[in-house]
């Protein structure tokens, strides 16, 4: 299947009634410090705090009555496992998410709430699905891949189309990275109008490097602050991005970090660590965006706020 | 001069250039939690980052040139300083800005952004108010009082008038009560179509106790965590409030912690202590509010993030 704008089209078909069509925010300081005119698109106002309500949604309507009964599972460090809880809730259909031990309690509280049973496990990706596999063939439900899977890709990828409708002439576009999800979904979007760029943390540089190398990185030993994008990029999602991203931009611990105390005390808005490498991109590469109408993905907004960075 | 919403009518024509119509904001798991239906009127995403800016605004515009000319002052732990400074740079004229040593670094650096001149001085009102005489005694500038003020009382007032126009059948506001000039305002701008509510700390609960005694407390030694709330109520603000206050609530600093941090984790807004007494004071009392259609403002978003209370 050849994924493109359609895909993601259908995608907002599916998932209109379920989800918010965030807000977009500016801040003339923030403006000013990047010498571009900023535009965030407050996907932690989203369903679940998160952009990923939208993928979830889309994958689990996407699934026939007979696929559906049966129930569905994944794996996540927080996000992807609460919004597939909402959506097999509002489906009515049972979910399980396996969480890794090391995950925020925030996240593990968020998906307990929407009646998803959780199965802990240890924090690496071989014993994420290692125990996803365990329970897919005892429950025999269906899986919704975090990042991986075409109709989670396009579901992501309607933030990025109400994005480019909601701002009249924007020159282009800038998204965290971790699995690419969202990356790939906003390629899609777009189709081509605007070019799209990936923003990824340099401790978790593996979309970086297999975009530059054009070979796939399949595991890595993530280390940043941005728990989010600590995952590996998927094959599918890296498909698109080879093709069609403009660009992956690194940033280190400390620029996050920064970028993440602008957003809170300039745009009062509270998000978690991964929504701030598209700032702190922004900010380390003047050269590219000078001048320029920039959309930005705030991707999530749920940290643990007794344990914060700064 | 007898107060009255056509004073607020006033205010909103002349300031309305210069501020935003801020949004309102709803949380449906918050609604769940106060078995209520809140609007939060998000003024921390006011210019200057609190509803401080409209007073302001007001009474600096209210000048006739020969009074502006020689320029304003007044004293302010710092939404209210960073407010006339930035009235007086829109306005072309020079400020000085008194503030007390204790102040937040991040207040201080918000008057400085606009170009007023600091003058610090010891933590207490008297301190603060014979440093302010003496800048006025020296410099022969007027001053714009952070809260005991006509015109000031009417820009605040701007806020509720709008909160009521935004929210279809609203069924009572709750404001924070510090020097009273936001809740005075409020109370002019409803003019009873309402009822309006003051939330304070117990820790400074001079309007609470001017309120139900009939006499103004004149001074007081404020213990709590809601910086901008440590002010004793002013004259004029007392007047209007004894007058048309429905009632004054107080809250314990634990239980604005925990409504901030409900504040943050669920608006995923940045606001001050001082904006979370409200919401802890519409959680305290449900035999109040249960059912009702409130508005709460939420006063300010000028938190330094390197020292949060959870």
Redesign the interface.
């Known amino acids: 299947m050849v994924m493109s704008l359609q895909n993601v089209l259908d995608a907002r078909k599916r998932i209109d009634s379920y989800i918010h069509t965030t807000?977009v925010m500016q801040s003339s300081q923030l403006n000013d410090l990047a010498d571009a005119e900023l535009f965030f698109k407050c996907e932690?106002?989203q369903k679940v705090?998160a952009f990923k309500a939208r993928g979830a949604v889309n994958a689990v309507f996407a699934l026939d009555d007979d696929q559906a009964s049966t129930g569905v599972a994944t794996h996540s460090s927080g996000n992807h496992g609460a919004a597939v809880a909402r959506a097999a809730k509002l489906r009515g259909i049972p979910a399980w998410i396996v969480v890794p031990e090391n995950a925020l309690a925030?996240k593990k509280a968020a998906i307990k709430n929407y009646g998803a049973e959780i199965i802990e496990c240890a924090s690496t990706l071989e014993a994420r699905e290692s125990s996803l596999a365990d329970l897919v063939s005892d429950k025999q439900c269906q899986v919704v891949p975090p990042y991986d899977d075409n109709y989670v890709i396009a579901g992501q990828g309607t933030a990025g189309l109400e994005l480019l409708e909601q701002v009249d002439k924007l020159d282009c576009m800038v998204t965290p990275v971790g699995g690419g999800g969202l990356l790939a979904g906003c390629l899609l979007a777009v189709d081509g109008k605007i070019p799209v760029y990936g923003a990824e943390p340099a401790g978790a540089d593996d979309a970086y490097r297999s975009f530059t190398t054009g070979v796939r990185i399949e595991s890595h030993n993530p280390n940043t602050i941005a728990d989010g994008l600590r995952t590996v990029l998927g094959v599918k999602n890296f498909e698109i991005i080879k093709a069609h991203a403009e660009d992956i931009l690194l940033v280190t611990e400390e620029e996050i970090v920064f970028a993440m105390?602008l957003i809170?005390?300039r745009l009062?808005?509270?998000?978690e660590p991964s929504s701030a490498v598209t700032l702190a991109a922004v900010l380390k590469n003047p050269e590219v965006f000078r001048g320029r109408r920039v959309g930005l993905i705030l991707t999530g907004?749920n940290?643990d706020?007794?344990n914060?960075p700064?």
């Open positions: 807000q932690h106002l705090g925030s105390t809170w005390t009062k808005q509270v998000v907004g940290v706020v007794g914060l700064f």
